[in-house]
């Protein structure tokens, strides 16, 4: 038997920097900061990111390129794998990205690469608890997803890995 189904996307798109709540606001200047600190002299690219933890902290890290090109390194796993080094931390409450090219004083769009978001899943499942994902959406707008799991659908998981070990 054949049964089709549908996998959602739940989203909040905020409109301007005014409709953003406080704490995801200072959580965006992280990211900016970091983005503005960004090592992206092949690509042009820079890319920062920034996570708060429960215990209020905030941590940022961003893109570091390589002459040898896929030797670089995205700031999404910049951060986490800094982030993970330190086993005991507060868990991640919310994590933001933001991007500009260089040259440029204007934040554009910018969404996780598909490495990235299997890295980020990672995170999830190691503190079993879902974070806030947040980003720089273009044009003065921010997208906020409830939980990396809505960016990875049918994702490859501790879980599946266990179901199918003998
Ligand atoms: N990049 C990130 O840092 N994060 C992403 O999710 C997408 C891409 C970086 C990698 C590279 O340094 C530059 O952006 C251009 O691809």
């Given at each position: 038997m054949k049964k089709d189904f549908q996998i959602r996307l739940d989203a909040t798109l905020y409109?301007?920097?005014?409709?953003?709540p406080a704490d995801y606001r200072q959580l965006i200047l992280e990211a900016r900061k970091a983005t503005d600190e960004s090592?992206?002299?092949?690509?042009q690219f820079h890319v920062g990111a920034a996570i708060l933890l429960a215990d209020g902290s905030m941590l940022r890290a961003n893109n570091q390129e390589n002459?040898?090109?896929?030797?670089g390194a995205c700031a999404e796993q910049s951060l986490l794998y800094y982030y993970g080094?330190?086993?005991?931390?507060s868990p991640i409450v919310a994590m933001a990205i933001t991007a500009r090219r260089a040259g440029s004083q204007e934040f554009i769009k910018i969404t996780p690469c598909g490495k990235c978001r299997q890295v980020m899943l990672e995170t999830y499942h190691r503190q079993k608890q879902a974070y806030v994902i947040l980003l720089?959406?273009?044009?003065g707008q921010f997208l906020s997803l409830p939980s990396i799991e809505v960016l990875l659908p049918c994702n490859f998981n501790p879980e599946v890995l266990q179901e199918n070990n003998p």
């Open positions: 409109e301007c920097w005014e409709d953003l090592y992206a002299p092949y690509s002459a040898s090109y896929p030797c080094t330190r086993a005991k931390q720089e959406y273009g044009k």
